[in-house]
């Protein structure tokens, strides 16, 4: 059974920056899609980006384009999301997640497995 876990949450000030980090454990294949997602308090789990396994085609939510960066090393099994400029409609509980199939949009129900999450907590 494939297990993700989230690092790298914390609180930061607003203009601040922080890199999330997803390892992957538990499975020997190929996951072909990585995402992040975030669920802020009372609103519903959204897509932040994805990445293919190439490492090369991305995909971003409007609202983070410019200001956070997802990018992988395959080796190490491990999903980042570089965060710039945060701001404080940012906060959120961030989520990993894995999809077998190609990267499809982001959505919540194209993706197989998640992990726990990792807090981020940005202040004004």
């Known amino acids: ?40 308090p009372g609103k519903e789990r959204e897509g932040v980006a994805s990445i293919y396994f190439d490492g090369v085609s991305t995909n971003y939510a409007d ?10 090393d395959y080796s190490k099994k491990t999903v980042y999301l570089q965060m710039n400029s945060l701001k404080p409609e940012d906060t959120a509980m961030y989520y990993c997640a894995a999809r077998l199939g190609v990267c499809r949009a982001l959505l919540e129900s194209n993706y197989n497995y998640w992990g726990q999450g990792t807090q981020v907590t940005v202040s004004t």
């Open 1 to 40: 059974q494939a297990q993700l876990v989230e690092s790298g949450g914390g609180s930061v000030q607003a203009g601040g920056s922080l890199r999330l980090s997803c390892v992957v454990s538990g499975y020997s294949g190929r996951f072909n899609c990585m995402g992040w997602f975030r669920q802020a």
């Open 63 to 72: 609202s983070v384009k410019g200001r956070f960066t997802i990018s992988q």
